[in-house]
């Protein structure tokens, strides 16, 4: 059992270094770049070995792993249970992100339709608004007529709908 373990770690083809505690083997092994999509996974010993509670400084760790590579997504984070070997598993999240992809293509879309959509109402206006000019104007007492028609018309339905939800919750 680790002695600490965050995340969830994948099985990986690609181990970017394995190196040792000093600065000169970590700049020799560690000089991979990370690719879009790929998740890899870094191996580093430390001696003396980490004790329960240096933990607590690992936070000053990651914040320095995010500004100096800001795009890198930490996936696992593991400490071997005698404290003595770090693992890290990170990915490059932003160049093939799906997310990122559908997102810009959704918005294109939503752009392209907007652009059709008034297009095509101004236009369907332009040629309404021509045939209204000439179309003689109704008389005033027919608007009323209409109202009238269409609120019984609205009033029959509900009246109908009342009267069948009645029939079936008897029957």
Do not use: H
């Not at 930490?74 to 890290?88: A, E, L, P």
């Not at 879309?109 to 179309?135: P, Q």
């Amino acid at each position: 059992m680790p002695l600490f373990e965050v995340g969830r770690r994948y099985s990986v083809t690609d181990i970017v270094c394995t190196a040792r505690g000093e600065e000169s083997d970590i700049k020799e092994k560690c000089t991979d770049t990370i690719q879009p999509g790929k998740i890899y996974e870094i191996r580093y010993s430390v001696d003396p070995a980490l004790k329960p509670e240096d933990i607590g400084r690992l936070y000053d760790f990651f914040k320095q792993l995010e500004a100096k590579y800001p795009r890198i997504g930490i996936n696992y984070f593991m400490i071997s249970d005698d404290g003595k070997t770090i693992v890290v598993q990170v990915f490059d999240p932003e160049e093939k992100s799906l997310v990122a992809i559908s997102t810009i293509i959704f918005a294109i879309l939503l752009v392209i339709l907007a652009i059709f959509t008034y297009l095509t109402v101004t236009k369907i206006e332009t040629i309404v608004g021509k045939v209204l000019e000439k179309v003689p104007t109704p008389p005033e007492w027919l608007y009323p007529v209409i109202w009238a028609a269409v609120a019984l018309c609205f009033g029959g339905i509900g009246v109908y709908l009342i009267v069948t939800t009645f029939k079936r919750a008897k029957g």
